[in-house]
């Protein structure tokens, strides 16, 4: 093949990768944008009222009134999931009185901003104690941030979530930990095998009936389990323990 030829070639094959990366980048934007859909009853939550003042700025802050808190909780959301659908949970924490904190993330995935609860806690100085956690990718990267800023907050819960395979908190001095998740959860097995990278304390909670999708008001999620109990069931059942595991 002569130079000049060859050339030629290479710049048509870069011209082609280059292409593809941009498509494929303009692609997942396009998806990281397109979350599944919050469910009206999750919209009504993010309406204030007598009990909890709720403001959606640069996060969705549900703060109780007629109280002073010092315990506030942040919730990361679960991925590819409109953060409003988890917002009638965060209510629901708010009027027992403390205050609750949901970030929405870059392109809907916590993993893209894992330290956003810096910011959080440094807005927030007259909350005294910190408890972080969050549904399926967000409570794992709940857990990354723990991990890495094991003296921030004081517990940590998995909503149907659990940390990955290389992050230990087995050894992390005096955090408390929950997980509670479904039995018909599509991503049961992980969750049940996380059990040796957290502490020996941990609070289980198992869910018969439960699945994954329920933890939100957001419809159906892709290689989810079907649920037996209803999602106001299950989200009574998610928010008592919850609750439970708050006030220890």
């Known amino acids: 093949m002569k130079r000049e030829n060859l050339k030629t070639w290479l710049k048509r094959i870069t011209l082609g ?12 934007v396009w998806w990281g944008n ?3 859909k919050a469910m009206p009853e999750a919209l009504t939550a993010l309406e204030g009222d007598q009990d909890v003042l709720v403001s959606a700025k640069q996060w969705m802050v549900f703060c109780p009134m007629g109280t002073s808190t010092k315990t506030g ?4 959301p679960g991925g590819h999931v409109d953060p409003r659908a988890y917002a009638p949970l965060a209510k629901e924490i708010a009027d027992a009185g403390y205050l609750v904190i949901l ?8 993993v893209f901003d894992i330290n956003v609860a810096d910011e959080i806690i440094a807005a927030n100085p007259e909350i005294e104690t910190w408890i972080i956690g969050g549904h399926s990718l967000g409570g794992s990267m709940a857990a990354e941030y723990v991990a890495a ?19 230990d908190l087995s050894n ?10 479904g ?61 439970a595991f708050i006030e220890k």
């Not at 909780?73 to 990361?76: A, F, M, P, S, T």
């Open 172 to 181: 992390i001095s005096g955090l408390k930990v929950l997980s509670i998740y």
């Open 17 to 28: 990768i280059v292409i593809i990366l941009v498509v494929a980048t303009i692609g997942f």
């Open 149 to 167: 800023n094991p003296d921030a907050v004081s517990a940590l819960f998995f909503w149907a979530s659990y940390s990955a395979e290389s992050t």
């Open 183 to 243: 039995t018909e959860d599509g991503g049961v097995d992980g969750i049940r095998a996380s059990g040796g990278r957290l502490p020996a304390d941990t609070t289980w909670v198992e869910m018969d009936g439960g699945n994954h999708a329920q933890f939100g008001w957001y419809g159906i999620q892709p290689g989810d389990g079907v649920a037996t109990i209803s999602r106001e069931e299950e989200q009574a059942w998610i928010l008592r323990e919850t609750l």
């Open 103 to 110: 970030p929405p993330m870059p392109l809907n995935l916590a």
């Open 73 to 76: 909780v942040i919730i990361y």
């Open 34 to 36: 397109t979350p599944l």
